[in-house]
C-alpha cells in the first residue's frame, strides 16, 4: 500500500522546519513541471536545466515568503517566469515581454483553440507553432493550457491582470490559427506541373 499523497504547503512547513527532505520532496514532485515549462519557453534544453536550477534556488532561499493558501506550483512558476524574463531579456536586449508586438484586432474572430486541436494531428507542428510565438504569448499559453493553470493563477503568476492574460491567451491562438492556416495552405498547394 503506497504512502498517500503529503501537500505542498506541509512539504513547505517542514522544510521551514529545518527538514530537507521537505524542499527534496517538493523538488522532485516540481522539477519536470518547471523545467518543461522554462523548456518551451527558452527555446533551449541546456538554458532550461540552468533557469530550473536558479529556480529552485531561489524558491528554497525565499521559501519563508510563500503564502501557505496559495498553490506552490504558482508561486515557483513564478519564480520560473521572472528567471526567463531575465534570461531572455539578456540573451536579446531589444526583446519586450511586456508590450504587445504583435498587435491583433479581436473583431478578427478566432476559431479558437478547439479547430487547431482538431486539425492538428501533428504534435510537433503545434510545438512548432507555440515555440513560435512572441514570448509574452507563449508564457500565457503554456501556463493557461500546458500548466493547467486558471484564468485568475496565470494572473497572479506573472503578475498582470486577469484581462491582460485573456488578451494575450486571445492573440497566441490567433497568431497559431494564421500560421496553421497558411501551413495548410502550404500543404494544399500543388506542384508546378513540368
Not at 486539425?119 to 507542428?125: H, P, Q, R, S
Request: proline content about 5%.
Amino acid at each position: 500500500m503506497s504512502e498517500p499523497l503529503v501537500a505542498d504547503a506541509d512539504l513547505v512547513r517542514r522544510c521551514l522546519s529545518g527538514d530537507d527532505g521537505g524542499f527534496a520532496a517538493l523538488l522532485e514532485r516540481h522539477q519536470d513541471r518547471v523545467y518543461s515549462f522554462l523548456r518551451r519557453l527558452t527555446g533551449d534544453a541546456r538554458d532550461a536545466e540552468d533557469l530550473s536550477q536558479v529556480v529552485f534556488l531561489k524558491a528554497f532561499r525565499s521559501l519563508e515568503t510563500f503564502d501557505l493558501a496559495r498553490p506552490f506550483h504558482s508561486w515557483v512558476l513564478a519564480i520560473a517566469h521572472h528567471a526567463a524574463l531575465d534570461h531572455l531579456r539578456a540573451r536579446r536586449t531589444d526583446l519586450s515581454l511586456d508590450h504587445d508586438e504583435h498587435p491583433i484586432d479581436p473583431a478578427d474572430g478566432a476559431d479558437g483553440p478547439e479547430r487547431l486541436a482538431e486539425a492538428a494531428l501533428d504534435g510537433a507542428l503545434v510545438e512548432r507553432l507555440i515555440a513560435a510565438l512572441p514570448p509574452l504569448y507563449r508564457e500565457a499559453l503554456l501556463l493557461r493550457h500546458g500548466e493547467g493553470l486558471s484564468v485568475e493563477e496565470v494572473a497572479a503568476t506573472l503578475g498582470i491582470p486577469e484581462g491582460t492574460v485573456k488578451i494575450r491567451l486571445f492573440r497566441a491562438r490567433e497568431l497559431m490559427r494564421r500560421k496553421w492556416e497558411a501551413f495548410e495552405k502550404d500543404e494544399t498547394r500543388e506542384a508546378p506541373r513540368p
